[in-house]
């Protein structure tokens, strides 16, 4: 098992030389926002948008998610022994 640690100790020493070493320091993001898998689409903008959205209310307004919160009770019982909470959601 020691062995084993070693060698991955080693190869990543190996990997993170030859990736970060040869380069000059600083945050290595060129292009990051070009990218088609890091690019910004107004649908990701929505959908941000409307999950801070409800989680703000659920935090301040809970009694708002009552029923929601009550239909996961038996999921809650069954988890963790207790009623779900707003969090549960």
């Known amino acids: 098992m020691l062995a084993g640690i070693t060698?991955?100790?080693?190869?990543?020493?190996?990997?993170?030389?030859q990736t970060y070493f040869k380069n000059?320091?600083?945050?290595?993001n060129t292009g990051v926002w070009?990218?088609?898998?890091t690019a910004r689409s107004p649908i990701v903008w929505i959908i941000a948008v409307v999950l801070t959205?409800?989680?703000?209310i659920l935090y301040g307004w809970p009694y708002?998610?009552?029923?929601?919160?009550?239909?996961l009770d038996?999921?809650?019982?069954?988890?963790?022994g207790k009623p779900a909470d707003h969090w549960f959601l």
């Open 74 to 80: 038996g999921v809650s019982q069954a988890r963790s």
């Open 64 to 71: 708002l998610f009552t029923g929601p919160i009550r239909s």
């Open 53 to 56: 959205g409800f989680y703000v």
């Open 7 to 17: 060698l991955a100790a080693i190869s990543l020493l190996v990997y993170f030389g």
């Open 34 to 37: 070009l990218r088609q898998s």
């Open 24 to 28: 000059p320091s600083g945050v290595q």
